[in-house]
């Protein structure tokens, strides 16, 4: 009998290879909240790493009270829950690529004036905006000002304020001082939530005070949030959906939630994820590059890649 014939155990889920620490403490959040309760042994066999290491993020969670130890695993403290952006930056990582690739493609030509609040989409829109000597770009945000000052041509405004740990921004009235004395042509707001009836919405309401600022000095409103976002509301209400003026977003998106928006007037825009990391890859095959495939099928017995087909 070989090997790969001997089945599980039943419950037990086969192991992954090891799973890089902010992506276990990811998941490990997110249990907590539909489970109440964790357990080292399992967590260990499940992300292919040591019950010690285990240990040592639980600890880490626990300092940032999230949740609280118990004998063998950890228990929910309060676990409603906003995940701080370090641990959110892997999730849906391709989709927030592509919807930040979007955007950038709506940008006009010639002099303009951005902004940015916090996020881990709005942090992947920092990372792809153009070198422009004519884009200014303000922010309450310090992941996303840190990507933007390594483009030496770009204006960079960082407003003031008090720092939020957890979602790296800057937020409170020094923040929306600054932010009342500028003109604003294009607001990219992240959130986490938006509904038709609900609004734009996010955990913490100094947060949501400060994205309001900025949102009320924007010509053009544009959300910009993974599908997890859609139809979903929580604490703090950032603006009326009626505020936006569209809303990007990607293909996992409930096909309800997109129709309601839509129905009250915000454009959506959907990107296809798939679509945006082939694009993605064309620049490590040159051969695909020139339309041609990088091998025959008279060579390898298979069928070339065709990048039309894409």
Request: hydrophobic share 40%; proline share 4%; aromatic share 2%.
């Given at each position: ?8 155990p ?10 890089p620490?902010?992506?276990r403490?990811a ?19 499940r992300f ?5 290491t ?9 300092e ?15 676990v ?46 920092a ?13 309450n ?10 483009r030496?041509?770009?204006k ?43 609004g ?5 309401e ?17 959300v ?6 859609l139809?979903k509301?929580t ?33 959506v ?9 082939l ?8 051969a ?6 990088p ?5 390898e017995?298979?069928v070339?890649?065709s990048?039309?087909?894409?």
């Open positions: 009998m070989n090997v790969s014939d001997v089945a599980d039943p419950g037990e889920e086969r192991p992954r290879g090891r799973v620490q902010s992506e403490m998941e490990m959040v997110r249990e907590l909240g539909e489970t109440g309760r964790l357990r080292v042994g399992e967590l260990a066999r292919g790493v040591s019950e010690a285990l240990r040592r993020d639980l600890t880490a969670l626990e940032q009270r999230l949740l609280t130890r118990t004998h063998g695993g950890a228990l929910a403290q309060g409603a829950c906003e995940l701080p952006v370090r641990y959110r930056e892997g999730r849906s990582r391709d989709a927030k690529r592509a919807i930040a690739r979007q955007a950038v493609r709506g940008l006009p030509a010639g002099p303009h004036v951005i902004a940015l609040t916090g996020g881990t989409t709005t942090g992947e829109l990372k792809e905006l153009p070198d422009r000597a004519d884009l200014t770009v303000v922010t945000a310090l992941n996303a000002a840190m990507e933007i000052v390594l030496p041509r770009v960079l405004v960082v407003v003031g304020g008090v720092s939020r740990p957890r979602s790296y921004e800057l937020v409170g009235p020094w923040a929306e001082q600054v932010l009342a004395s500028i003109d604003i042509g294009t607001a990219f707001i992240g959130v986490d939530g938006i509904d038709a009836a609900g734009i919405t996010t955990h913490d100094n947060e949501a005070r400060t994205n309001r600022a900025m949102l009320s000095r924007a010509q053009r409103v544009v910009i949030a993974d599908g997890s976002k139809g509301r604490l703090a209400r950032i603006g009326d959906i009626a505020e936006v003026d569209e809303l990007i977003t990607d293909s996992s998106a409930d096909v309800g939630s997109v129709a309601a928006i839509r129905a009250v007037g915000v454009r825009t959907v990107v296809d994820v798939l679509a945006q990391v694009v993605g890859l064309k620049g490590t095959f040159p695909c590059d020139a339309g041609k495939a091998f025959t099928a008279r060579d017995g298979k070339p890649f990048p039309t087909r894409a």
